[in-house]
């Protein structure tokens, strides 16, 4: 039996929450044969909401469940964690400003983001979630300076993922034969779905599809407005799918992706013409535990303006907390 990985989730108690914990605790993000220990964080008045999980967690009897904390204290949450999903952020209230949103998350994302550097695990392996998620990934690693920067990501794989399933339909194809697709750039209807290198079963997806007005014109709103149209239908964001993306987003990161090409939002190394340090949506692939940036794709002009209009927002969401790091 190998020995428990400690799992720490922020927003336990929230709608992802519900989705996510019970997959990570069947051996779903890690493997069926990974023991996992969760624990969780929320907020002092969701405790109960906690407690309650809690209790269906223990009433599915998974095998691989070997403890579980509840707690509203970021250090007790994230002692010796090796994995960190902080999906947990402060959702936009009615009249609240875009600023507004940034700031109250900036404070929430400080605390945990040093709170992790005080007390996880040194190789922890941080995925953020909640909303605005790169920013506040680079929050968080900006606040964590004796943790491994690379170590700091944000969540585009369900971005990748609803572009996979645009692509499948269009082209008629399985979603499971389409490889190197990308999403780059910020968590937001910014994002550039690209899939001008993509393939299926050797042949380009670009020439397949042959039809630059249902890129510009349907594909690329239809990804990047896609968490609202589901807002829009459900009345809530969307939950399952995000959850499903995070377990993706893990799982490839520590198991390895057999040289397919997945979308992580990382810091940037300068490549690409991204500024070092900002978090970013880029094609990795990952082995050993490690994901490795895809290098030298050609940038046409097309491509550009939209790397340089979702990496503009990034840049204004980074200039908006600065004074706060
Ligand atoms: N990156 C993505 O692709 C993606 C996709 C969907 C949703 N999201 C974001 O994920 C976040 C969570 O979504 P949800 O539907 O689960 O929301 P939710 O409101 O159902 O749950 C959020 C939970 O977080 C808790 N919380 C708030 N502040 C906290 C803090 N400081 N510490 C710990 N817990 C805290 C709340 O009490 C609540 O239980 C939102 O920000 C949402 O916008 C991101
Ligand atoms: O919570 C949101 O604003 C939408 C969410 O990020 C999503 O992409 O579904």
Redesign the pocket.
């Known amino acids: 039996m190998k020995a428990p990985v400690r799992v720490a989730v922020?927003?336990?108690?929230?709608?992802?929450?519900?989705s996510l914990l019970f997959r990570i605790a069947s051996g779903e993000m890690l493997g069926k044969d990974q023991p996992v220990i969760l624990q969780l964080?929320?907020?002092p008045?969701?405790q109960n909401?906690?407690k309650g999980v809690m209790m269906e967690l223990e009433d599915c009897a998974f095998p691989l469940l070997a403890g579980m904390v509840a707690t509203?204290d970021?250090k007790v949450?994230f002692k010796d964690a090796q994995v960190a999903l902080l999906?947990?952020?402060?959702?936009r209230s009615k009249g609240m400003e875009r600023k507004d949103l940034l700031t109250a998350?900036a404070e929430?994302f400080t605390?945990?983001g040093k709170a992790l550097n005080e007390v996880a695990a040194r190789d922890v392996r941080v995925l953020?979630?909640?909303?605005p998620?790169n920013t506040n990934a680079y929050i968080a690693m900006k606040s964590a300076p004796d943790l491994p920067a690379r170590n700091f990501t944000?969540?585009?794989?369900?971005?990748h993922n609803r572009a996979l399933s645009q692509i499948a339909a269009k082209t008629g194809k399985d979603v499971a034969s389409i490889e190197k697709l990308t999403v780059w750039g910020n968590?937001s209807p910014t994002m550039y779905a690209d899939y001008r290198f993509a393939t299926i079963d050797g042949q380009s997806v670009k020439a397949l599809i042959n039809d630059e007005a249902w890129n510009r014109d349907v594909f690329l709103p239809t990804v990047g407005k896609r968490?609202g149209a589901i807002i829009e239908a459900r009345g809530?964001?969307?939950?399952a799918?995000?959850a499903n993306?995070a377990i993706d987003h893990i799982r490839d990161w520590v198991l390895g992706t057999n040289g397919k090409w997945v979308t992580m939002g990382i810091p940037s190394d300068g490549s690409y013409g991204i500024p070092e340090g900002v978090i970013y949506g880029v094609p990795v692939t990952c082995a050993n535990g490690e994901y490795t940036r895809v290098q030298g794709l050609e940038i046409d002009e097309f491509s550009r303006e939209r790397l340089n209009f979702t990496l503009a927002e990034l840049e204004e969401e980074r200039a908006g907390i600065a004074h706060l790091l």
């Open positions: 922020t927003g336990a108690a929230g709608q992802i929450g519900y964080l929320d907020l008045q969701a909401a906690v509203d970021p949450a999906v947990g952020a402060r959702p998350n929430i605390v945990q953020v979630v909640g909303n998620a944000a969540m585009l794989r369900l971005d968590h968490g809530l964001s969307s939950a799918s995000a993306a």
